[in-house]
């Protein structure tokens, strides 16, 4: 009798656990096109996707509640899809780590006929709580290499929920993921060089 009620106990207390915490992946953001962008640029490009970045997962808590937000493969997505709409030849190669080493290994070629390589990385990924709202914030920079002058474009989305519930998390996390894709967009060069 003893132990079938500790056994009711833990399993009670497990199911307990397990209903507080949050599984969050954003939504890949579609690409909205910039007005007077034109059409793609006719150059090459490496879209070097670090493995810190392609598997980015951010934890919080409060009250009790666990939020597991899995950033990183919504986020590799929408940026390879952004690398794609807007350069002509785009070659995609993973790295290890958060992929230093191979941005300067590929930008250490002084050919005039190397690629732009481009390399994103995550620049802020946090949230906050006040009375009835948690907020997210996310902020992405695309580090470019291969034009006249290295340049690092970055996009910054905040998404909030009212209610601390998982579906307005959700909600909030796919808003923060597209203002930052969305910003990040209207900031990346316009040329080649």
């Known amino acids: 009798m003893r132990k079938s009620l500790w056994f009711l106990v833990s399993v009670l207390m ?3 656990l397990s209903a507080c915490t949050y599984n ?3 939504a890949v953001p579609a690409l909205t096109p910039i007005a007077g962008s034109g059409s793609r640029l006719n ?3 490496v879209l070097l996707m670090p493995e810190e970045f392609a598997n980015r997962e951010y934890i919080s808590s409060f009250e009790g509640r666990e939020i ?3 950033v990183g493969p919504p986020a590799a997505k929408a940026v ?6 807007r350069y002509e ?11 230093t080493l191979d941005l300067v290994r590929l930008t250490s070629n002084q050919n005039t006929n190397a690629p732009i390589v481009v390399r994103p990385r995550f620049t802020r990924l946090e949230s906050s709580v006040r009375p009835f709202r948690y907020s997210i914030e ?3 920079t695309l580090d470019i290499a291969g034009l006249s002058a290295p340049v690092a474009p970055s996009g910054v989305g905040i998404g909030a929920a009212g209610l601390y519930v998982q579906s307005e998390i959700q909600k909030a996390a796919d808003d923060a993921l597209a203002q930052a894709i969305s910003s990040l967009t209207s900031a990346l060069p ?3 060089q």
């Open 89 to 99: 030849q785009v070659d995609k190669s993973s790295a290890s780590g958060d992929g």
């Open 14 to 16: 497990l199911s307990g």
């Open 43 to 45: 150059c090459k490009a």
């Open 24 to 26: 969050i992946q954003p």
């Open 138 to 140: 996310f902020g992405l």
């Open 190 to 192: 316009t040329m080649c």
């Open 68 to 70: 597991r937000l899995m």
């Open 80 to 85: 390879e899809a952004l690398i794609r709409s």
